[in-house]
């Protein structure tokens, strides 16, 4: 698994889970949701994704879209 991949699970990953907990607990679950939503974003227009480096440095093999 790339880091690509990773990236793209746990984004996902944590908008399900906000919206879940949005709807089981409170509504300013869709804070989070947001946020990812806002991340993502920034790391398309600007390739800069903090999750991304984390994981390079993990040694995770890059992919086509975080190759930096």
């Given at each position: 698994?790339?880091?690509?991949r990773?990236?793209?699970?746990?984004?996902?990953?944590?908008?399900?889970?906000?919206?879940?907990?949005?709807?089981?607990?409170?509504?300013?679950?869709?804070?989070?949701?947001?946020?990812v939503g806002a991340?993502?974003?920034?790391?398309?227009?600007?390739?800069?994704?903090?999750?991304?480096?984390?994981?390079?440095?993990?040694?995770?093999p890059?992919?086509?879209?975080?190759?930096?």
């Amino acid at each position: 698994m790339n880091i690509d991949r990773v990236v793209m699970v746990f984004a996902g990953s944590m908008i399900l889970l906000s919206l879940v907990l949005s709807q089981l607990h409170h509504g300013y679950w869709l804070w989070l949701t947001a946020i990812v939503g806002a991340n993502l974003l920034q790391a398309a227009l600007t390739g800069f994704c903090p999750l991304a480096r984390l994981l390079k440095k993990m040694g995770l093999p890059a992919g086509a879209a975080f190759n930096q």
